[in-house]
């Protein structure tokens, strides 16, 4: 079975400073990822996809299938980026998608 | 245009009462979801409806039952609740892009049982 897991429940850094979050997938399949943000009181929301290899928020993510890592990462954190990160792998079955999330990243950016 | 919108947002329930949660999309999406957010559990997927009349279940769907009235509504019925369902629920709708379906979530119901 599919499995999604992010190590870290929190991750504290500096404002200013370089931004990894954690993900590590377990599928036999070829895999489709995610990465969804919840801001404080928000509901949650795509920040990026593998597949379209795209840039957010000055956010990047790539999938590594040799050590089945999708790691979201950026180079200067900000403080709006504080928030709840959820990794997730999708399974596409014949009747909608499957979505398999990690058990969730809170970062934390301090001053 | 509202999106994924979900009734009500907050709830107490006693033990054994029964309740529906609400969920409408106004987005035309055929695939809509439930999930559940539990503090070191991440979201777990309850049931999914891949296109109006049709429901499956999901990882957790014990305890709970789903209707696809229509296209735009998906609801999730608790007949018995069980503090063990004290959770926060999300409803989603996907959307096809890029060979890849997205998935967008309301805003969530708090659910308490006492």
């Known amino acids: 079975a599919q499995r999604v897991t992010q190590p870290e429940k929190l991750l504290s850094v500096f404002k200013g400073a370089p931004v990894e979050l954690k993900c590590n997938y377990s599928?036999?399949?070829?895999?489709?990822l995610f990465w969804y943000v919840q801001y404080s009181r928000q509901r949650l929301q795509l920040l990026l996809r593998h597949i379209s290899r795209e840039s957010i928020k000055g956010f990047t993510a790539d999938l590594n299938k040799g050590e089945t890592s999708f790691h979201l990462k950026k180079p200067f954190a900000q403080e709006e980026d504080s928030a709840m990160y959820y990794c997730?792998?999708?399974?596409?079955?014949?009747?909608?998608?499957?979505?398999?999330f990690g058990t969730g990243t809170q970062l934390k950016v301090e001053l | 245009n509202a999106g994924v919108t979900q009734t009500p947002k907050f709830q107490v329930l006693k033990t054994g009462q029964s309740m529906t949660l609400q969920c409408a999309q106004d987005m035309n999406h055929n695939s809509m979801y439930w999930y559940r957010q539990d503090p070191g559990m991440g979201l777990r997927l309850i049931y999914y409806?891949?296109?109006?009349?049709?429901?499956d279940k999901g990882e957790v769907p014990n305890g709970y039952n789903v209707s696809r009235l229509n296209k735009r509504e998906f609801s999730l019925r608790l007949e018995s609740a069980a503090p063990s369902q004290t959770s926060v629920y999300f409803c989603a709708s996907g959307m096809i892009a890029f060979d890849q379906e997205t998935q967008y979530f309301g805003p969530g119901t708090r659910l308490l049982v006492l």
């Open positions: 409806s891949a296109s109006e009349g049709t429901t």
């Open positions: 599928y036999s399949g070829s895999p489709e």
């Open positions: 997730a792998l999708s399974i596409l079955t014949g009747g909608g998608n499957k979505l398999t």
